[in-house]
């Protein structure tokens, strides 16, 4: 589920990040509780894995964002981390787009019809995002997924 659709109040309008914000979180949990990994995990990423298992995305975000690839880090994390960097910063400034361009820039009494055209825009191009992302990195972490994930993979 997204942040904002977790902490939504009422009369709160569901937009189409709502919908492929929750893909980003399960790549970033899968990251830290891949079953496949070996090896040891830094304390900043068990901080992660803690946030996340305690549903505090903000803060296994705010934790990741500080998180400093080193010797220290997982191998997994080492190699996903361009990966969830780049995703995230489009799942965010889609969301920001969303805010600016749809929900901020509706001219006043808008009808019920004004907002499916651009629900479906931003979906649409929110996967355009992540398969952006994907494409970009295929080469650079996704093919060589086997060394980092374990033998099993």
């Not at 079953?35 to 549903?55: F, Q």
């Not at 995230?88 to 787009?97: A, E, G, H, I, L």
Request: proline share 4%; net charge negative; glycine share 6%.
């Amino acid at each position: 589920m997204s942040r904002a659709l977790h902490d939504a109040k009422k009369g709160y309008l569901h937009s189409p990040v709502d919908d492929l914000e929750p893909f980003f979180w399960v790549a970033f949990w899968s990251v830290f509780f891949n079953k496949h990994h070996t090896g040891a995990y830094s304390d900043e990423e068990k901080d992660i894995m803690d946030y996340l298992v305690d549903g505090q995305k903000g803060r296994a975000m705010d934790t990741y964002s500080e998180l400093v690839c080193d010797d220290t880090t997982s191998n997994i994390g080492r190699h996903s981390q361009a990966v969830l960097d780049d995703w995230w910063t489009k799942v965010r400034d889609r969301n920001r787009k969303w805010s600016k361009e749809v929900l901020r820039g509706a001219p006043k009494n808008v009808g019920r019809d004004y907002y499916p055209p651009h629900f479906h825009r931003f979906a649409l191009e929110g996967v355009a995002d992540a398969l952006e992302v994907l494409l970009n990195h295929w080469d650079e972490e996704m093919i060589g997924w086997k060394s980092w994930a374990g033998p099993e993979a």
